[in-house]
């Protein structure tokens, strides 16, 4: 009788420890609340989310994504401030809004620095902007990898085929002096605003068209206001993954491991899956009333290599970058 009761002793500690050990587990549980300017159909979207149920699974629930889309927490230079704070842990920012922290990220969003969707996956992928990502560390946050958001072209009331089109033309670009600088290089007047007010400001007469890539064109319904959408491809500007200093530090080494191991898999499973979302833009667009024109870049690119050589020359290692960059064409 007494073994028996010890034997029921033993197996009551076991189950108790095992939910102390299970009650350990939830409180060690970190939500990575991530702030997205985009719906929940855009691809990147749908690379976090997959992204977010990979983590959960293999950290065993250690780590899961709140994904909070539609620019809910505010705009991307809100957000990355928030990032910054620690009053949430990630965002996707635009590459301009990161060479507000760091004048070296302007390399990667030059104008025509990338030779096509090719080229750019094998630089995101190579490690080559590595030290890079790492060099805002400084500014409470680090870039955790880099997702494609396709050619940038100008859309607007007219098609635009040269430069000279663009003359008077204020179209919006991204808050950023480089990128302010690239739309006046390319003969129109860059106009910086957040992207939630240009639909808005086209209708008001305060801009005459917007520059984006289709899947972002169609998403915002900017074919109801701009309906030619011409090719001029300047730029693939990388749209950033960045993360909380701390909430990356805190991760023991096997969860770091697993979190880098599944970002590079989501960025390169996001280059496939916005090849496809482009054709379905397009294809909507055109059903309502949207024209897309075919462009010979070659005078804008001449136009804006005054722009290449000033970014380049800031520092050695702004040039360093560039030419490793250019390297990688195949």
């Known amino acids: 009788m007494k073994k028996f009761f010890a034997l029921i002793l033993v197996v009551v500690m076991v189950l108790s420890f095992a939910g102390c050990a299970k009650g350990e587990e939830e409180v060690k549980a970190t939500v990575l609340k991530v702030a997205f300017n ?11 989310a997959a992204f977010g149920e990979a983590l959960a699974t293999e950290t065993d629930g250690a780590y899961t994504l709140e994904i909070s889309p539609n620019a809910l927490l505010g705009d991307q230079r809100a957000t990355a401030e928030l990032v910054q704070s620690g009053a949430i842990q990630m965002s996707v920012v635009g590459n301009p809004i990161v060479e507000n922290f760091n004048q070296e990220f302007a390399v990667i969003g030059l104008p025509y620095i990338y030779d096509s969707l090719d080229h750019q996956e094998t630089v995101f992928t190579s490690g080559v902007l590595g030290d890079l990502f790492a060099s805002t560390r400084e500014q409470g946050f680090v870039v955790v990898g880099a997702f494609t958001a396709g050619s ?38 860059g106009t910086p605003m957040a992207q939630g007010e240009v639909y808005t400001a086209v209708q008001q007469g305060v801009l005459e068209g917007g520059e984006n890539n289709e899947v972002t064109y169609v998403d915002l319904k900017h074919y109801e206001i701009s309906p030619f959408f011409s090719y001029t491809q300047h730029l693939m500007v990388p749209d950033l993954i960045i993360i909380n200093n701390a909430v990356l530090d805190a991760m023991s080494d096997t969860h770091k491991a697993t979190f880098e191991k599944l970002m590079n898999e989501a960025i390169s499973n996001q280059f496939d899956a916005w ?44 040039k360093a970058l560039y030419e490793a960059i250019r390297a990688l064409v195949k």
């Open 38 to 48: 985009q719906s929940e159909s855009h691809p990147q979207y749908k690379a976090l």
């Open 275 to 318: 090849a496809e979302s482009v054709d379905a833009a397009k294809a909507i667009a055109i059903e309502n009333g949207a024209t897309f024109v075919d462009v010979d870049i070659t005078p804008f690119q001449e136009n804006v290599k005054p722009l290449h050589e000033e970014v380049t020359a800031k520092s050695d290692l702004s």
């Open 152 to 189: 940038r072209n100008v859309y607007t009331d007219k098609p635009i085929t040269q430069p000279s089109d663009l003359a008077g033309y204020k179209v919006r670009v991204m808050q950023s002096d480089t990128m302010k600088k690239m739309l006046d290089y390319m003969g129109g007047v």
